[in-house]
């Protein structure tokens, strides 16, 4: 690294949006503890309270002009330095996998902990990348940690809503973070489109005429990447861990939830399901989308008390309602 570190500010000055969000983000880390702590949870950061969070944008290493976004250090006086670099990505920004995996040589070779890659994309399931060719074995010295927006914000608005940010100046700190990761200027909350396949497979489905292809494993994909986002959108506005609810089996191979996704919009009439779980609720919320007519359905099961007649239980429903 370079000596003229540049400390991640909470009012960022740089021209561009990604370095702007960066230093945002990095700066809300070094203050708020509760926050650093959790959104940093899946990593060998220390879990102390009074662990030493530092951020600085846009270090500098060798060969030069390799400068990812952004490097956080989080210390204490018992334990190794865990050192993770940051690199990011806003609006519809993707993730290169050479970039990625230059900056995953950069943390090998200064034996860092972590790569963590924040954008609007999002991992097909717990454990795997979304940009495609980037591959971490289980066992590397440097574990590569994804973080959506949509992400940041849902744990942001959570530990808000949980009140667990005791100092007034530190919840001020996370709610004006909230404000402007939800702004529409930085970018940084958007899913991009269904994209230019969204056309040719409605109006398939419509016909009855849909065929597998390209097309459809691409809207298949991008469904799935749909509901990821409804539900840590959905998440963030209440404050709450919205589950999408997806298999075992699915979450262990992901494409298997690809062929399912193309399965139902090529043998069922056109249609793509999905389901979420909202903790306190009276039951899970089952969405499925009508393509070919445009339509949506939103419905949850609930079941009747036991020990209630029909007309008992129609009015326990009623009451429910």
């Known amino acids: 690294m370079g000596k003229d570190r540049k400390t991640a500010r909470l009012i960022p000055t740089s021209e561009k949006k990604e370095l702007r969000a960066t230093s945002a983000l990095l700066a809300a880390l070094t203050v708020v503890r509760p926050f650093s702590k959790a959104l940093l949870a899946e990593t060998k950061a220390s879990k102390a309270s009074r662990a030493e969070v530092t951020a600085e944008i846009e270090p500098s290493f060798q060969p030069k002009g390799k ?40 943390a090998r070779s200064n034996r860092f902990d972590c790569l963590i890659t924040i954008s609007n994309e999002i991992s097909p399931a717990p454990g795997l990348h979304p940009t495609n060719g980037v591959k971490v074995r289980k066992n590397s010295s440097v574990q590569v940690l994804h973080l959506s927006w949509a992400k940041i914000l849902a744990v942001a608005t959570k530990i808000k809503n949980e ?105 069922k009439n056109g249609v793509l399901s999905g389901k979420m779980r909202v903790p306190d609720a009276v039951g899970e919320i089952d969405l499925l989308i009508s393509v070919g007519a445009l339509k949506a359905h939103i419905s949850t099961t609930i079941d009747a008390p036991k020990g209630k007649k029909s007309r008992g239980s129609v009015s326990w429903l009623i009451k429910q309602l």
């Not at 990812?68 to 993730?95: C, H, M, N, Q, W």
């Not at 909350?189 to 494993?217: H, Y």
């Not at 959108?233 to 494409?255: A, C, F, K």
Request: net charge negative; hydrophobic share 35%.
């Open 163 to 267: 009140q667990k940010v005791g100092d007034p100046e530190q919840a001020w700190i996370l709610d004006e973070l909230i404000y402007f990761l939800e702004h529409k200027s930085l970018g940084a909350m958007e899913f991009e489109s269904m994209g230019r396949s969204w056309p040719k497979v409605r109006d398939g489905a419509a016909t009855g005429e849909l065929q597998k292809g390209d097309a459809v494993i691409d809207i298949a994909q991008r469904w799935d990447q749909l509901l990821a986002f409804l539900s840590l959108r959905l998440g963030s506005e209440i404050g709450q861990d919205v589950e999408e609810i997806i298999s075992r089996r699915e979450q262990s191979n992901p494409y298997l939830r690809t062929e399912r996704f193309v399965r139902e919009l090529t043998e």
């Open 67 to 106: 400068r990812p976004d952004g490097l956080i250090e989080v210390y204490t006086g018992r334990s190794k330095t865990f050192v993770a670099l940051v690199e990011t990505k806003v609006g519809s920004g993707r993730l290169n996998a050479q970039q990625v995996k230059n900056y995953l040589s950069i």
